[in-house]
């Protein structure tokens, strides 16, 4: 018997059937699991999920839902950082002080200059510069969310921000794979595959890198403390800088939803497809799977991933920083070159520089630029307060707020990093994908940047 | 990251013959004797049995659809060594999404010992479409009610005995937060395996015509991969057009698995010590 005698036979035995049959099928399964489950379940109360209904009834509400949802996350941001602010100076004085420590010992054993230069201020300072900035914000943020997610928020999420995504030709489960990109976009990525329309997976996919991942978070939190909440009375800092880093999400938010819009309009043509979601019952979350996922699924190994990145990143740089070329060395040469371009931007040719270098893990920007900005082969240690930070970008190099916020933008809208690109060309299968992804995200970001900084010069804001 | 093990109940004495033994393996599943996939709809707590069975951490958010891909882990249920393949949520494994895929594809073409199908009891008439769908497909099926407290909490009370009887398979009440039941569930899935309980799974049949139709086909179908074992879902399946068995038609896929099935039927039978009922 071969394979295509029996697909002819079913084939011409399916054109005998009566059109309805495939509804007939899917409805005896029905009926059977209906008369079954009646006669297996008895209900003993009338007492309902009431507790449950009443809180949904709350946060899916067409009025106060949304501005719940912004509160919650508002509420995690502003633990991140007012809590992350704390630790991270106590992490920084105690990372840096082992590395004075190594030095000297260094030194006194009689190691030769660039092996000492190499180890403590390249490796090891790269090293430590991404503990201290990302450590702190990932232990806070990362259990908070969890949190949300296990009680069974998420869904609710998504069922607040459906009537936006099918505006813009979406799917409303986009929601909860932005809300995973919070996380890691490639893990926001790798749960667009709950989408079951191929198009609108696509959107999903592309898109996600408009929310910033946990890489990107510390980043924004030291633009928002150091540059905007600066200027006003201790108190308040902590709000303004969360407030500050609130208004970039939603910034991001907003370009998710422009980018999807164009996207279903041109090269992803459709409509927004049907689709039904579940809202399971609140469940009370288990503190300590929590912890443990928060913490060794997710802040480790994040970390450790940026580490593996930090260290041959410190080591580039410290050698860039030490080729001398005349009065110059190699780093400062590069971002010299980079820096008319960055400057027409908003920018300046040293983040240029640290983007470049930081493409496989957005995680090290910050550091990568204190290097270059700090001269890595001068034995200084990176700045371990607020102040500190401020006097050496605003005195020592010429950062203004425009710089700041046009920076906090950059990180927003840039391109993924390579580990997110590799997952969307193996989600996709496709370079073309995988390209757009990219062309899409940096375009954006260098068409932003270079509008803002050209109206506020226009201005004369900066 | 496996080290820390949930403590599950033990729930016999060590001297009574009936004293059953589960031992979390993690991820260490390079020998096993027995495959068992862990279907069921979203959000049903099939991690967090998954879990609880492996040792494994494995996150289970509370989202349908939380779980994406195909999760394995391990564990030893008296002296016999599983492996645990926990699938993607989903309603039905009729359509073509590809979390339905992923779970229809290893039912169907992976072909596990058993299939554990877990379910929400507070919503159990849902849930039981795909307990029916997966009976299609397979004979050795066993229920797992999750989440009684939730359903006790709601004011419902499941009686698994009645289910058992209706679908002709095992259905055990469990809760997979605290463990309980467990212990219940692996007996009946090793009994299932070992032929210990004959299954009589309830099949739906449809209207008399497709029946025909579906008798029509399913000798064709035997002829061309003898011993294949689930040749009447196949035939529901070629009927209806879908595209993913009529290609694993024409590629030659189902030929093979039914000789991958056979070799390890060789394999496997030095194992099995007791047939029949005792």
Partial sequence: MEANEILAKAESLRNGLSTGFRDEIVKSLYTEAENIAKRAVKTTSEKK?????????????????????LLLLSLIIWLTVSGANVVSGWIAVVLFGIGDYGRALFNQIGAPWWLTGFIWDGVYLGLAWVVSVMLPPMMIFFPAFTF??????????????DWLFKKTGAHGKQSLTM??????????????????????????????????????????????????????????????????????VLIGVMFTFIASWVLSKTVLKGEASAFTLELPPYRRPNISRILYTSIIDRTIFVLWRAMQTAAPAGAIIWILANIHLGDSNLARLIADWLNPFGLLLGLDGVILLAYIIAIPANEIVVPTMMMVYMGAGMMINGPTSNSAIFDLLVNGNGWTMLTAVNLMLFALLHNPCATTIMTIYKETKSVKWATLSVVMTLGTAFVVTFLTASIARLFGWA | MTNTKTVLPTEHCETCPAFTQLEQM??????????????????????????????????????????????EGGFEFNKMRYKLVDLPGTYSLLSASQDEEVARDFILFGQPSCTIVVCDATSLERNLNLV??????????????????????????????????????????????????????????????????ETKPLRVHGTPEFQKAVNELVPMIEQMAPGIPNARWLAIRLLD????????????????????????DVQFSGKMSVKGRQ
């Fill in chain 1, 49 to 69: 999920y009431d507790f449950d209904q009443k809180i949904d009834r709350l946060v899916t509400s067409p009025y106060a839902g949304l501005p719940i949802m």
């Fill in chain 2, 241 to 264: 057009g879908d595209a993913r068995v009529q290609k694993a038609l024409s590629t030659g896929e189902l030929g093979d698995i039914v000789s991958r099935q056979q070799r390890a």
């Fill in chain 1, 179 to 248: 809300a995973m990109g919070f996380g890691c976009n490639a893990a926001g990525v790798i749960a667009t595959r709950v989408i079951d329309s191929p198009r609108e997976r696509l959107i999903a996919i592309l898109t996600n890198n408009f929310v910033p991942c946990n890489g990107r978070f510390p980043t924004l939190i030291m633009l928002a403390t150091v540059f905007v909440a600066a200027s006003f009375p201790p108190a308040l800092t902590s709000f303004i800088a969360a407030g500050t880093v609130v208004g970039v």
């Fill in chain 2, 26 to 71: 993690g991820i260490k599943v390079g020998d096993f004797d027995r495959v068992i996939a862990l279907a069921g709809n979203p959000n049903t707590g099939k991690s967090t049995l998954f879990n609880a069975l492996t040792g494994l951490k494995q996150h289970t958010g509370n989202w349908p659809g939380k779980t994406v891909t195909r999760a």
């Fill in chain 1, 148 to 161: 949300l997610e296990d009680l069974g928020y998420l869904p609710r999420v998504a069922f607040n921000m």
């Fill in chain 2, 132 to 197: 029916l769908q997966v009976m299609e497909i397979t004979e050795n099926v066993v229920v797992a009610i999750n989440l009684m407290d939730e359903a006790k909490r709601k004011g419902l009370e499941v009686d698994p005995r009645s289910l058992s009887r209706d679908l002709g398979i095992p259905a055990i009440a469990i809760t997979a937060r605290s463990g309980e039941g467990i212990h219940t569930l692996l007996g009946a899935v090793s009994d299932v395996i070992e032929g210990k309980i």
